[in-house]
């Protein structure tokens, strides 16, 4: 009479007033060891027996993962992976546990990702699909589970998801694309084996073999560079990382492709998106080499023609990632007039502050990392030196520390070229300004000392600095808190009073 008395108890459970009388009558020790069955039947009655009685218990809950049921449920899965009706209650059930810190414990110690994977793959309805999705999602916040849930392939299964539901307007479908880019950047955040299948760009081509980027697709291509874009930026970015993969696999010229295709007309965030990934892409110092090896400067460059602000903001910031630490990068865009002409009218954009402040970064960036000349000569002839000045002042130290320091390297190259124009723009009342200022930053002073040093070897700038009395500021500065401003500061009045 088991088989019986747990169906009748799965209906009786139905009810929320008599899950009380369940639990006071200790049905639900008594149910959990016909979890250990062979008798299908047994298995689903006392499955959704267990399942109806401890809905939104947590306490009943996590008894049930205390004594091992995780253990059980994972076999039924195992075990019975054609069965639509015991999957479906099992599902539930792990459904409903999964949020359970000691339930993803016990999980992790299971095979339950593997056989999760496979659900995924044979689910034929929206309906299991949702079901599996809840429970991956639950899972995915565990980290050994995550590493698990990759190495058992459902980043494959998620492509193949997202592929074949792509241009599909039908709500459910909807649903599932959402559930799974979801799942995705839930895998993605923290993971440290998570990889998305990258070709999936390559593969998107339309039945005559062509690329196909219409409107309906647009949206599909925009999760997807976004999740690339989010790989490369929360994955350690090791030689054997994914931003370092995707870029040997060919993905910056895919995006670049996309981007042509979308840069006069087409999906803002299609742009956005892939600049994005473009520029975390370009993080890398492996990745830095290869991009410009492969002229990848010289066609992002060529994007400059957009007028869309967003779009101009994430094209300098991938420019200014590239220059980082590469000095033939910084020389490519130092000496090209085009792009300087840009960056000085975009400098002007007042009305566009975050594009403003990104020209204005990378034109620091130009010159703080490149050791030419002829590049000083160039942003001098652009009239780009005046920006940088009024970099200094910017309420933000990190744009103040890397316009002092691009001013710095730029006057120890070639002073005598930017003499003029440091006095037009009063650097030196600027700098004794910020060493004045209680407010300014201890690093923001000592760079401003150095740069001061530099001054100091021109005869105009000198007595510019004499006759402003900054020599009472640095002697003022001697009794600072901070040793690095103090130091400094003596070093600098000992070449102001010509003894170094």
Known sequence: ?????????????????????????????????????????????????????????????????????????????????????????????????????????????????????????????????????????????????????????????????????????????????????DLIVSLLLGGKKGNIDIS???????????????????????????????????????????CVRMVQLGVIHQLLDLLEKHVESGDVSVQHAALSALRNLAIPVVNKVQMLEEGVAERIQALLRSETPPVQFKLLGTLRMLADGQADAAEILGQDPMVLNRLVQWC????????????????????????????????????????????????????QNEALNALAIASAIDLETLEESFKESQLVQSLHKLLQDDNTSPEVKYNSMGLLCILLNSGDLRQEIEEDKIKETLEQLCSHSNANVVKEAVTTLQALRGET
Do not use: W
């Open 1 to 181: 009479c088991a088989v019986k008395a747990a169906q009748v108890l799965s209906e009786i459970a139905k009810n929320e007033e008599m899950k009380k009388s369940c639990i006071e009558a200790d049905l639900v020790p008594t149910l959990i060891p016909l979890l250990e069955s062979t008798d299908q039947e047994m298995l689903l009655h006392a499955g959704r027996a267990i399942g109806r009685i401890c809905y939104n218990n947590r306490e009943l809950q996590e008894e049930l993962v205390k004594v091992g049921v995780i253990t059980s449920l994972v076999r039924i899965l195992t075990d019975y992976a054609e069965s639509e009706p015991l999957v479906h209650v099992d599902l539930l059930a792990l459904c409903n546990l999964a949020d359970l810190d000691t339930a993803k414990e016990a999980l992790s110690k299971t095979k339950v990702a593997e056989q999760l994977v496979k659900q995924l793959r044979r689910a034929e309805n929206h309906e299991r699909l949702e079901i599996v999705f809840e429970v991956l999602q639950a899972l995915a916040e565990n980290d050994a589970l995550k590493v698990q849930l990759v190495e058992a392939g459902v980043q494959e299964v998620l492509s193949e998801i997202l592929l074949r539901l792509q241009g599909s307007s039908q709500a459910e479908d909807t649903c599932i694309v959402k559930a799974a880019s």
């Open 348 to 399: 002007n954009a007042n009305d566009h502050t975050g594009l403003h402040g990104e020209a204005n970064r990378l034109l620091a960036s130009i010159l703080r990392h490149n050791r030419s000349q002829e590049v000083v000569k160039a942003i001098q002839e652009a009239q780009g030196v005046k920006h940088l000045v009024s970099m200094t002042t910017s309420e933000h130290a990190a744009m």
């Open 200 to 242: 999936i760009l390559s593969r998107h081509k339309n039945s005559q073999g062509k690329d196909s980027l219409n409107s309906q697709s647009a949206s599909l291509i925009s999760i997807l560079v976004f999740l690339i874009s989010l790989t490369c930026l929360v994955l350690p970015l090791s030689s054997d990382g994914n």
